[in-house]
């Protein structure tokens, strides 16, 4: 009960027993007498003018309670968000997750509001959704692999060299979850070693991927789409040659 509904109630009552609370020191201590704990605690070592003055306490109390909880409520909002979809967490599953966060935050029902929100996550709904249909017999070779089918890359360039010759970033994004890695490397690398590169860092975690987009144009992505091919084995090739996506 909110501490304006119990004075509305309080007051209420007080119709009944006019005698009781004719004074008002004693409706003070009867008022007193109902409140939380927590509330009644932080306001009996005070004396107050007048029983509104003690309610009106009592009701900033609140204020700030609610405050503070709402507080509470937000940081650990940003702590299970930080561990699960930010650009450098991986949509963990609840255990996992609980895990990992355990090591640095305890908060009372943490296992269960880590639950809750993974439970609740838009991606890791539309990945079990995807998982679910039945395989199709067809399509003997389809990759299961949900995370990484369309990434993005982009350069940053122009960054002063480093002691072992790099510089610039390569930042290759998952489209799905904002999964980003960052390979440093030199604008004089060739197609063909950007492709070996890719394929030491990315295909062998991740596998490979469906779709590519760059902001370098769709030349630059086709022609290293194919130095990726020529670098991967054939049986490889022949399992991605199809994309039933990405025409529509
Ligand atoms: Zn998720």
Redo the contacts with the bound molecule.
């Keep these: 009960m909110s501490v304006t509904e119990y004075r509305d109630k309080f007051l209420q009552l007080a119709r009944y027993a006019t005698a009781e609370v004719a004074e008002d020191r004693e409706k003070q201590e009867y008022f007193l007498e109902g409140l939380n704990d927590e509330l009644q605690y932080q306001l009996m070592n005070h004396t107050f003018p007048s029983f509104h003055q003690l309610v009106d306490r009592a009701l900033f109390i609140e204020r700030k309670h609610q405050e503070i909880e709402e507080r509470k409520r937000n940081i650990k909002k940003l702590i299970l968000s930080e561990a699960?979809?930010t650009a450098y967490s991986i949509?963990?599953g609840s255990t996992k997750m609980y895990h990992d966060l355990k090591e640095r935050f305890w908060w009372y029902g943490m296992k269960r509001a880590v639950a809750e929100y993974?439970a609740v996550?838009?991606?890791?709904?539309r990945?079990k959704a995807e998982h679910q249909r039945p395989a199709d017999l067809l399509q003997p070779l389809k990759i299961l692999e949900w995370k990484w089918e369309e990434i993005s890359m982009d350069f940053i360039v122009g960054l002063p060299r480093t002691q072992k010759g790099y510089n610039s970033i390569w930042v290759v994004v998952d489209r799905l979850?904002k999964v980003a890695h960052f390979i440093p490397m030199n604008t004089t690398y060739s197609g063909a070693r950007l492709a070996e590169l890719y394929i030491s860092r990315i295909v062998c975690l991740h596998g490979v991927t469906k779709r590519i987009i760059s902001d370098r144009g769709s030349q630059f992505t086709s022609r290293f789409w194919e130095q990726l091919h020529d670098s991967l084995d054939s049986k490889l090739r022949f399992s991605t040659t199809y994309h039933p996506q990405t025409d529509g």
Excluded at 121 to 125: F, I, K, L, S
């Design positions: 699960h979809d949509h963990p993974v996550c838009d991606t890791c709904q990945v979850t």
